[in-house]
């Protein structure tokens, strides 16, 4: 028998207050009140874009952030000189060591330690409300640093910091310990259909 109208409107409505019923169990369960830890991997475009996009945010709620960019380009990225310069912002790019160009394993050891010196610190300050660690986890995938390292700084870290990660891949050590891990897949790049990189979208 075919429902007319008004009872097709009454079942559309008794669905959308089921799922309200579930939602609101949810976030009534929700109680606690706490910094998390957010890890963004995967192989498609806009991880980092995300953590700055999320550090804006922050940002636009008074919050104080460090950045530590562990990848170091040929050119200084949009985001490095636009946030470079906020007053809430401490930011810091992995110095002589690793960079997509050239591969020196020396320096680029070197150069990781320096750059954990400084996101260690940062993720020990309670005048920190966000940690943003762009691209670490190529750290351990060629394995200058340690994850427990990081695992334990995040254990101990304020209770209110919020943290988060990139990197295309990450030690299952790393994807175990932290609340929300996102994966960004890749379906279609414009490069691969042969359109240059550019300022604005690339870096």
């Given at each position: 028998?075919?429902?007319?109208?008004?009872q097709q409107?009454?079942?559309?409505m008794?669905?959308?207050?089921?799922?309200?019923e579930?939602?609101?169990?949810?976030?009534?369960?929700?109680?606690?009140?706490?910094?998390?830890?957010?890890?963004?991997?995967?192989?498609?475009?806009?991880?980092?874009?995300?953590?700055?996009?999320?550090?804006?945010?922050?940002?636009?709620?008074?919050?104080?952030?460090?950045?530590?960019?562990?990848?170091?380009?040929?050119?200084?990225?949009?985001?490095?000189l636009?946030?470079?310069?906020?007053?809430q912002?401490?930011?810091?790019?992995?110095?002589?060591?690793?960079?997509?160009?050239?591969?020196?394993?020396?320096l680029?050891?070197?150069?990781?330690?320096?750059?954990?010196?400084?996101?260690?610190?940062a993720?020990?300050?309670?005048?920190?409300?966000?940690?943003?660690?762009?691209?670490?986890?190529?750290m351990?995938?060629?394995?200058?640093?340690d994850?427990?390292?990081?695992?334990?700084?995040?254990?101990?870290?304020?209770?209110?910091?919020?943290?988060?990660?990139?990197?295309?891949t990450?030690?299952?050590?790393?994807?175990?310990?932290?609340?929300?891990?996102?994966?960004i897949?890749?379906?279609?790049?414009?490069?691969?259909?042969?359109v240059?990189?550019?300022?604005?979208?690339?870096?």
């Amino acid at each position: 028998m075919e429902r007319t109208p008004e009872q097709q409107a009454q079942i559309e409505m008794a669905k959308r207050l089921k799922k309200k019923e579930v939602v609101d169990k949810k976030i009534a369960a929700a109680t606690e009140e706490r910094g998390v830890s957010i890890l963004l991997t995967g192989n498609g475009k806009g991880k980092s874009s995300s953590a700055f996009g999320t550090m804006a945010r922050a940002l636009g709620h008074g919050h104080k952030a460090t950045v530590v960019q562990f990848i170091k380009g040929r050119k200084e990225t949009g985001e490095q000189l636009f946030f470079g310069q906020h007053p809430q912002v401490s930011f810091h790019v992995m110095g002589h060591g690793f960079t997509w160009e050239t591969r020196d394993p020396e320096l680029e050891q070197q150069a990781a330690h320096q750059a954990w010196e400084v996101a260690k610190q940062a993720l020990a300050d309670e005048n920190v409300d966000f940690v943003l660690l762009d691209e670490i986890t190529y750290m351990y995938k060629y394995g200058y640093l340690d994850v427990a390292d990081l695992v334990a700084a995040l254990a101990q870290r304020p209770a209110h910091q919020n943290v988060m990660m990139t990197g295309r891949t990450a030690p299952r050590e790393l994807l175990d310990s932290v609340d929300t891990h996102s994966k960004i897949a890749n379906e279609r790049h414009a490069f691969e259909g042969g359109v240059k990189a550019q300022p604005g979208i690339e870096w």
